[in-house]
């Protein structure tokens, strides 16, 4: 900044320091409500974008209150920052050239201005910056609606999201979460995607440099405060083998009486597959080929969040799958292959376009979606009165079969099932398919004296 030696000397020499601490409090109010949020103070002193104006004005200000003084004795300029921790509410500061002093002082009411706009962040205010920064990172918008919906159940009604976050310790967040925990029975898993939300946020916050640390990545929660996910059957996820077998009379029966109903040989085709059912009604023409099937893209339901904050579904065809597996290979059985004919037949008959971009499962010469295959599942679960299973149930049969096998490798079977994971493909895919009986006559035949 160039200012006239004689000018400065004006604003100096006349202005002795008389401000007790009330009025160095309402001196840095004054200053800091002169509109330089990111135009005068927020900027570094060297900014053009500050007018030499508003600079003059910035420094002008400071020394209607501040003794700022050039002294011979030791050929420095000094002045006063206001200081809440300094025992006379204000700390010397001093520098060789006055241009050196106004940097300092510039910068001094830019690291204030900063820490009022800091105290001023709530997560109310700031969740909808970063829910619009977490849907850039993912093109899932069913995962994003997932989160919005944790917001409004576990946030919106929380005094938490109307506090300084800047002020929150923590302590203060550890409670909370535990609160969290304890008060809705949360299992692991529910409170990691609950508090995924503050969590990135705060983490947002860091990296815009608005925060200084994310306090909520400082403590952990004791496992013993989670309440355990109950355990279900293997009845309630799988097929058993006499459940199975009488499934597949039923779909066979249903497709030769009606081959209108698509839908039953998707049921039996899936039961050698162990497909997603979103994979499953995404097949084309051109992904079977000399008795093997390729799969590469899915259904998925994607969400549009309205203005009045709503959420509106609508189904397109993605060409990726579900994990990170990437697209597999999987060997089609001669039984499958028999019925995929058949469906092709059907849909020749019909009119229907077989092209290889043509999709396999149409219903009115349109793609079946996922809601229809497990409508079949409904309907033949309840017509043999068992626990109502859908295609995820079929996938886990198909799945548990192949694992079953003691000639087919763990990675074969966790390529087959698209996951790369050994734990989750063992937790959620390897099932017990006896019934009681067949149970007690196994154990019978290998423990018995």
């Known amino acids: 900044m160039e200012i006239d030696r004689p000018t400065v000397q004006d604003w100096c020499i006349q202005v002795q320091y008389t401000s007790s601490p009330e009025i160095i409090k309402n001196c840095l109010q004054e200053v800091l409500s002169e509109g330089m949020m990111y135009s005068q103070v927020s900027a570094p002193a060297d900014n053009e974008d500050m007018t030499k104006k508003q600079r003059e004005n910035i420094i002008k200000k400071h020394m209607e209150q501040f003794t700022t003084k050039y002294y011979e004795s030791d050929n420095r300029w000094h002045s006063f920052l206001p200081d809440e921790n300094h025992p006379r509410k204000m700390r010397p500061i001093a520098k060789r050239k006055f241009e050196d002093l106004e940097k300092a002082i510039l910068a001094y009411y830019e690291e204030q201005e900063q820490l009022n706009n800091r105290r001023k962040i709530t997560l109310r205010k700031f969740y909808p910056e970063w829910f619009q920064y977490k849907w850039q990172e993912t093109n899932n918008s069913n995962y994003m609606k997932h989160i919005d919906g944790e917001w409004k159940r576990y946030y919106l009604d929380d005094e938490i999201i109307d506090k300084p976050i800047i002020d929150l310790t923590t302590l203060d967040l550890k409670n909370w979460a535990r609160n969290k925990i304890v008060s809705n029975h949360m299992t692991k898993k529910q409170y990691y995607n609950m508090a995924i939300i503050i969590r990135q946020?705060?983490?947002y916050l860091v990296e815009l440099g608005d925060l200084p640390v994310n306090h909520f990545a400082e403590f952990k929660i004791n496992a013993s405060l989670f309440t355990p996910p109950k355990p279900k059957e293997a009845a309630e996820r799988v097929f058993i083998e006499d459940e199975e077998k009488k499934l597949k009379q039923i779909a066979l029966q249903d497709f030769e009486e009606h081959p209108e109903h698509i839908g039953a040989a998707a049921v039996l085709i899936n039961l050698s597959l162990g497909l997603r059912v979103s994979e499953l009604v995404?097949?084309?023409?051109?992904?079977?080929?000399?008795?093997?099937?390729?799969?590469?893209r899915m259904e998925q339901k994607q969400?549009?969040?309205?203005?009045d904050?709503?959420?509106?579904?609508?189904l397109t065809v993605v060409?990726?799958?579900?994990?990170t597996a990437g697209t597999r290979t999987l060997y089609v059985v001669s039984t499958?292959?028999?019925?995929?004919?058949?469906?092709?037949?059907?849909?020749?008959?019909?009119?229907?376009?077989?092209?290889?971009?043509?999709?396999?499962?149409?219903?009115?010469?349109?793609?079946?979606?996922?809601n229809s295959i497990d409508s079949y599942y409904e309907r033949y679960c309840k017509m043999l009165g068992i626990a109502k299973k859908g295609n995820h149930g079929a996938r886990r049969t198909a799945l548990t079969k192949i694992a079953d096998n003691p000639n087919i490798n763990l990675k074969d079977a966790m390529q087959w099932a698209g996951h790369r994971d050994v734990k989750t493909f063992i937790d959620h895919y390897c099932y017990s398919r006896y019934s009681d009986e067949q149970k007690k006559a196994e154990l019978e035949k290998t423990l018995n004296l």
Request: proline share 3%; glycine share 4%.
């Open 303 to 307: 969400w549009e969040q309205l203005p």
């Open 336 to 370: 499958s292959v028999a019925l995929f004919e058949q469906v092709r037949a059907f849909n020749q008959r019909m009119g229907y376009d077989c092209q290889p971009d043509s999709y396999i499962f149409l219903h009115d010469n349109n793609r079946i979606t996922a």
């Open 319 to 323: 060409d990726h799958t579900k994990s």
């Open 282 to 296: 995404a097949l084309q023409w051109k992904d079977l080929k000399d008795g093997y099937l390729q799969i590469r």
């Open 309 to 314: 904050g709503t959420w509106k579904a609508y």
């Open 201 to 203: 946020s705060f983490d």
